[in-house]
């Protein structure tokens, strides 16, 4: 007997699974299980925020606490994502009396089944077991996925296309071999939440990636990509206030690069858009990090286009503005003038602002923009979980509240929302 695995395609749609974990590993498995259609049950006793975003979300089932035997009733698959060796084996143990096929992420030897390296191209899911070796896993993997691309006509380092990286250049009196052992960080955008919108480069960095400083809105996919001894680290997980937090990020970048670490920065969108991608380039250079800039897809625009609504049209709107509606109109922090907004004709495009919703949209009627005006919501825009509202300046703060709409979401404002209607 060889041993070797036997390649198997799980069709999980409303099966149960049971992840067991909270951490990083997990963060990293679950959104491929609910792509796949799974019924979801996590157990463990704390989770990442982007764990709990799926939670509040309602596509998963927390049992926020240890693990029991019972939790494996009517299960199909168990994932094992904890480090915790003895309590690994308990739930391997328990999987194997039920004969429940049972991943672990703390000893592949231990486990009854494997995650492969995975590509996704559109219909196409490519899946390469290494024998055990998961760096031998990833580089046919992403062979694979290159020559995918190329057969769909997209741009690769052979044919002239994007090319992780650049050559790195020495700060400041700085030599040769020093700059060699300093790392690099790219800043890349994710996009706006389809995993299949991200660049060609910021793609290609994400697999020369030793560390991954992630936000809560990238595509959760992406991070099941990534190679198993790959650091991630969440963002959004980092504590005190959004200054002391930009802190820790930027000194986290600026210190896994000094130790010779590849470090990607993985935001969702665009990293100049909201993102305060500028804010950490400038830590690094500062601190004498080369840092390559990876424009991403942003979500003010692809949103509304994934929902049917353009946010510009011929004969309708020649401008369209975005802008963030995290501060309130009456904050004395709004370095928004709301009032010159309203007597804009064109098309209004505002993130981060259901929140406030109710007093931007009072704000702009009580300027001038007509109360009809045409309005959409899109929530959690080019995904899965995707949802749009067609409402009024004048109801949608309403409307929104009826409807359970939740953030992420993109308001549009202006005539373009009916232009494409037919």
Not at 142 to 148: E, F, I, Q, S, T
Request: hydrophobic share 45%.
């Amino acid at each position: 007997m060889t041993g070797n695995p036997y390649p198997l395609g799980l069709r999980l749609a409303g099966r149960r699974v049971v992840v067991v974990g909270g951490g990083a590993v997990a963060t990293r498995r679950v959104p491929a299980l609910l792509d796949a259609g799974a019924d979801v049950l996590l157990v463990a006793p704390e989770l990442t925020p982007a764990l709990r975003a799926h939670v509040d979300a309602g596509r998963l089932h927390w049992e926020p606490r240890r693990f029991v035997p019972d939790d494996l009733d009517g299960a199909w698959l168990v994932q094992v994502a904890v480090d915790d060796r003895a309590a690994a084996a308990a739930v391997s143990a328990a999987a194997a009396e039920r004969r429940i096929f049972c991943v672990r992420a703390d000893d592949r030897a231990a486990a009854t089944a494997w995650t492969p390296a995975v590509t996704r191209h559109g219909p196409v899911t490519v899946a390469v077991l290494g024998g055990g070796d998961p760096r031998r896993a990833m580089s046919v993997r992403d062979a694979v996925r290159d020559l995918l691309a190329a057969r769909a006509g997209q741009p690769n380092a052979e044919a002239g296309g994007a090319v992780p990286g650049r050559p790195s250049v020495p700060a400041p009196g700085e030599s040769d071999t020093d700059a060699a052992q300093v790392g690099r960080v790219a800043l890349v955008g994710a996009g706006p939440g389809d995993p299949e919108l991200i660049t060609v480069k910021g793609w290609r960095l994400l697999t020369e990636a030793d560390v991954v400083v992630a936000d809560r809105l990238v595509p959760g996919l992406l991070l099941d990509e990534l190679r198993p001894d790959v650091e991630l680290v969440d963002a959004s997980k980092i504590p005190y206030g959004p200054s002391r937090a930009q802190e820790e990020i930027n000194r986290i970048l600026v210190d896994r690069a000094r130790a010779g670490k590849v470090v990607v920065r993985l935001k969702g969108g665009d990293p100049y858009v909201f993102g305060r991608g500028g804010e950490e380039l400038l830590a690094c250079a500062e601190a004498g990090v080369p840092v390559t800039v990876v424009p991403g897809v942003t979500s003010a625009i692809s949103v509304p286009a994934a929902a049917g609504v353009p946010v510009t049209h011929r004969a309708v709107a020649h401008e369209f503005t975005v802008v963030s509606g995290h501060v309130a109109p009456d904050s004395p922090a709004s370095l928004v003038r709301w009032e010159s907004l309203a007597g804009l004709r064109g098309t209004l495009v505002i993130l981060m602002g259901l929140k406030n919703l109710a007093a931007i949209s009072a704000t702009l009627v009580a300027h001038g923009r007509p109360a009809r005006t045409p309005a959409a919501v899109i929530q959690e825009g080019t995904t899965s979980g995707q949802r749009t509202l067609r409402s009024t300046l004048g109801t949608v703060a309403d409307d929104v509240a009826a409807a359970g709409l939740r953030p992420p979401a993109i308001v549009v404002i202006g005539d373009v929302v009916g232009a494409l209607d037919t």
